[in-house]
């Protein structure tokens, strides 16, 4: 499947009408393809599942987050007033916005060689 069919498969599974979404799906579609070495126009079938997961992780982040930069907080102290940011994670931006360990391990399935077709 092409990478614009991707997109298609991914809005209609996710029932996204608009195309406000298309540059992250897009983003998450070239990500995929750049770590697993694949052409983004032979993309295989299966990939579909991850990259809607990871989509949908970001739109769920992002309405909750919004869009703007947020860190997120591990923990506050009131005496003497100390704040702890998560720096890394799966539930940090780091992992929403790229390819967390789970994301990769999913991946490693589809993982080529580079050089090779």
Do not use: H, W
């Not at 992780?57 to 869009?67: H, L, N, R, T």
């Not at 591990?74 to 931006?93: F, L, M, P, R």
Request: glycine share 8%; charged share 30%.
């Amino acid at each position: 499947m092409t990478e614009s069919e991707m997109l298609n498969k991914v809005k209609q599974n996710l029932k996204i009408e608009d195309d406000k979404q298309d540059l992250t799906i897009s983003d998450v579609i070239l990500l995929v393809c750049e770590f697993c070495n694949i052409n983004p126009e032979a993309i295989p079938d299966s990939l579909e599942r991850v990259v809607r997961k990871k989509v949908k992780g970001i739109i769920d982040y992002e309405a909750a987050s919004g869009e703007g930069f947020a860190q997120d907080i591990t923990s506050i102290k009131e005496g003497d007033g100390t704040i702890t940011y998560a720096t890394s994670g799966t539930n940090g931006k780091e992992g929403i916005y790229g390819l967390s360990d789970n994301d990769k391990i999913a991946l490693r399935l589809y993982r080529r060689l580079r050089g090779y077709a």
